[in-house]
T-cell receptor, first 110, second 115 residues
Framework: DSGVTQTPKHLITATGQRVTLRCSPR?????VYWYQQSLDQGLQFLIQ???????AKGNILERFSAQQFPDLHSELNLSSLELGDSALYFC?????????FGPGTRLLVL | GESVGLHLPTLSVQEGDNSIINCAYS??????FIWYKQESGKGPQFIID?????DKRQGQRVTVLLNKTVKHLSLQIAATQPGDSAVYFC??????????????FGQGTILTVHP
């Protein structure tokens, strides 16, 4: 158990819908990262927050957004969902450089 | 065009053998490297890391070797056990600036350990 928690574990929704994925980092970690893992793209970095502020951005679609709250938990919002957004979404947290991953949210868009 | 799933390299070993998993990285400016293990249905689990000012680091049953000249990383697992069966990923960070915090992952290697 890495200490990073993610909810929900599974999510099934329809195209065009919007969903919110939630992440609680390890105690004491200020950085939160979001990654997408799909069969054809592997593990891809989406975005990083540090103590409430956006720190780094990867290949995140404009339909996706994230935020980190004062209690340091983070949410990833995915809107106008498409079939191709079906994937595993992982959150990771770190105090320094080593990132520890949560168990992921499996999103299925039908 | 039609998308194709990743075809991951595979390594099949017998229990008790030593395993070596290789990884080529792309960014010569990366200064931090990590190996992760991912079991089916779980998130990546940290195994060991190494900084670019080192060429070898040892953990419990694992050793990471870094060759910056050819941008190559390897993970050695001693006395491999069935519980080591998983997908192994190497990852590199950016060397600061806009790449800070972003981990770039390799495609992964499937390790299967036979009893």
């Amino acid at each position: 158990d890495s200490g990073v928690t993610q909810t929900p574990k599974h999510l099934i929704t329809a195209t065009g819908q919007r969903v919110t994925l939630r992440c609680s980092p390890r105690s004491g970690d200020l950085s939160v990262y979001w990654y997408q893992q799909s069969l054809d793209q592997g593990l891809q970095f989406l975005i990083q927050y540090y103590n409430g502020e956006e720190r780094a951005k990867g290949n995140i679609l404009e339909r996706f957004s994230a935020q980190q709250f004062p209690d340091l938990h983070s949410e990833l919002n995915l809107s106008s969902l498409e079939l191709g957004d079906s994937a595993l979404y992982f959150c990771a947290s770190s105090f320094e450089e080593t990132q520890y991953f949560g168990p992921g949210t499996r999103l299925l868009v039908l | 065009g039609e998308s194709v799933g990743l075809h991951l390299p595979t390594l099949s070993v017998q229990e008790g053998d030593n395993s070596i998993i290789n990884c080529a990285y792309s960014n010569s400016a990366s200064d931090y490297f990590i190996w992760y293990k991912q079991e089916s249905g779980k998130g990546p689990q940290f195994i060991i890391d190494i900084r670019s000012n080192m060429d070898k680091r040892q953990g419990q049953r694992v050793t990471v070797l870094l060759n910056k000249t050819v941008k190559h990383l390897s993970l050695q697992i001693a006395a491999t056990q069935p519980g080591d069966s998983a997908v192994y990923f190497c990852a590199e960070n950016g060397a600061g600036g806009t790449s800070y915090g972003k981990l770039t992952f390799g495609q992964g290697t499937i390790l299967t350990v036979h009893p």
